[in-house]
């Protein structure tokens, strides 16, 4: 399809065990944004890449969390020895340019739920 | 820092009615604004945006202006209607952040037949 995909669309795993959450922006998309939307609340900024380059990583809220975009397209966002409060929805988006302003295409998410 | 506050919802309205959904933001400097929807199993999609003060952003009979004086950027619709039924963010970039969105915590419209 022509959207942002996010794959799994749901996962839940236990305390401690790593996850891994796949991002496939759209085709020759620049810009590409994690985000993370916990239950009633707004999407808060997780971090950018522009091509294969993480320029902002500031909203991480610890080095549990790590993203990647080896190749400028695909990205993967890994959790660490997941704990309760990273349950959420985890937003993918994309966008065609560099700048200020460039409009961004979002992905359904994918729901972790940590037990 | 920069910050965007909703009113508290949900919001309930019958069909035809008209509808003010506001926000407000905190910024430095001249933000860009923007108001996107979530739609029932799908993903948040742009609505609107306006760049500079007294801009009016305009979409699917939605209106919002920019207003600097107030820092304010109200989403209004004349005549509702039920497949506008959704949860809808505020949100703004400030200058030179890169896309960098904040949100608002959302607030959900339901609207009745």
């Known amino acids: 399809g022509a959207g942002v995909s996010q794959s799994p669309r749901y996962k839940v795993a236990k305390r401690g065990q790593d996850v891994a959450l796949r991002c496939d922006p759209i085709s020759g998309h620049v810009s590409l944004f994690w985000y993370q939307q916990a239950l009633g609340q707004g999407p808060e900024f997780l971090t950018y890449f522009q091509n294969e380059a993480q320029l902002d990583k500031s909203g991480l809220p610890s080095d549990r969390f790590f993203a990647e975009r080896p190749e400028g397209s695909v990205s993967t966002l890994k959790i660490q020895r997941t704990q309760q409060e990273d349950s959420a929805v985890y937003l993918c988006?994309?966008?065609?340019?560099?700048?200020?302003?460039?409009?961004?295409?979002f992905g359904n998410g994918t729901r972790l739920t940590v037990t | 820092g920069n910050s965007v506050t909703q009113m508290e919802g949900p919001v309930t309205l019958s069909e035809e009615a008209f509808l003010t959904i506001n926000c407000t933001y905190t910024a430095t400097g001249y933000p860009s604004l923007f108001w996107y929807v979530q739609y029932p199993g799908e993903g948040l999609q742009l609505l609107l945006k306006?760049?500079?003060?007294?801009d009016k952003g305009s979409n699917k009979g939605f209106e919002a202006t920019y207003r600097k004086e107030t820092t304010s950027f109200h989403l209004e619709k004349g005549s509702v209607q039920v497949s506008d039924s959704a949860v809808y963010f505020c949100?703004?970039?400030?200058?030179?952040?890169?896309?960098?969105?904040?949100f608002g915590k959302g607030i959900t419209l339901s609207v009745r037949p």
């Open positions: 949100a703004q970039i400030p200058p030179g952040a890169n896309s960098k969105l904040t």
């Open positions: 306006a760049t500079k003060a007294d």
């Open positions: 988006a994309s966008s065609p340019g560099r700048l200020y302003n460039s409009p961004l295409h």
